[in-house]
C-alpha cells in the first residue's frame, strides 16, 4: 500500500531508515531534497484532513514520530522478524484515520524533534552541528 511505501523503503535499507530518522545540517543538497518531501507531505495531509480522511489533529510531526518507531523495531527486530514493521505501521497508519478515537498527547516540541534527530544520526555528527541546529 502506498502509505507503507517508505517504511518498506526504511525496512529494506538502514541507509534510508536514517535519512528519514535523522538530520544532516551539512548536507545541504539532501536536507534541500528532504525539505521539498516535507513539504509536499504537508500539502497531502491538508487535501486528507480536507477530504475527511485524516485526524484534524495529525501533524507533520507525527510522520517523524512514525519513521522512528518503525527505525526502532525494524532494529529490535532484524531477521528474527524481519516483517514485524509491518503490523507496527498499520496499526499506526489506522490510529491517523477518522475518525479519532480519542484525545492524543501533546506534540513534542518542533525544535526538541529535531534535536533528536540530530542524537540518533550516526557518530559523525559533531556536538556543533548539533548546536547548530537546535533552538
Known amino acids: ?16 531508515a ?3 530518522t535523522t538530520t544532516f545540517p551539512t548536507a545541504k543538497a539532501l536536507e534541500r531534497r528532504r525539505n521539498e518531501a516535507y513539504e509536499g507531505m504537508v500539502e497531502l495531509i491538508g487535501r486528507a484532513k480536507a477530504a475527511g480522511r485524516l485526524r484534524e489533529d495529525f501533524d507533520s510531526s507525527d510522520l517523524v514520530l512514525l519513521h522512528m518507531a518503525n527505525a526502532g523495531v525494524v532494529n529490535a527486530t532484524g531477521d528474527a522478524a524481519p516483517d514485524a514493521w509491518r503490523r507496527v505501521v498499520a496499526l499506526l497508519v489506522q ?19 529535531y534535536r533528536a534527530m540530530l542524537r540518533a544520526g550516526p557518530a559523525a555528527v559533531t556536538a556543533q552541528e548539533r548546536d547548530a541546529g537546535g533552538a
Open 1 to 16: 500500500m502506498w502509505r507503507e511505501a517508505a517504511c518498506a523503503m526504511q525496512a529494506a535499507d538502514s541507509g534510508f
Open 18 to 20: 536514517d535519512v528519514l
Open 95 to 113: 490510529s491517523f484515520e477518522t475518525p479519532a478515537r480519542g484525545l492524543l498527547p501533546a506534540l513534542p516540541k518542533h525544535d526538541a524533534l
